[in-house]
């Protein structure tokens, strides 16, 4: 399957790394990413659908952040990256907002 990053999950992911350079964590950050994208592409059925009607949740390992992706066809669609400790009602406003 292609995985598409949209443009706000790849501003998530900016910001994400930024914070995680402080750091010195950037780099591990994009390889867990890079995992668990590859990871979406080979199995997007892998975990249910959750937040939303259509919308599933991946947490990338060793990390409070998770992948909110849709299945559209066979394309796969991140739409965003965001820290999991953050109050759920905010995650779902987030992805609302793309969808």
Known sequence: MEV????G???DL???HAQAEKTGGGERLLLA?????ELIRNFPQLVPVSLQARVRR???KRTPYGV???IEGSRVMILAIQDLRQDPEAIAKAIRRRL
Do not use: P
């Not at 990413?33 to 994208?37: H, I, M, Q, S, T």
């Open 4 to 7: 598409v990053i949209l443009s």
């Open 33 to 37: 990413v890079d995992r668990e994208l």
């Open 68 to 70: 909110f992706y849709t």
């Open 58 to 60: 991946v947490r990338i």
């Open 9 to 11: 999950a790849e501003a």
């Open 14 to 16: 900016d910001e994400l």
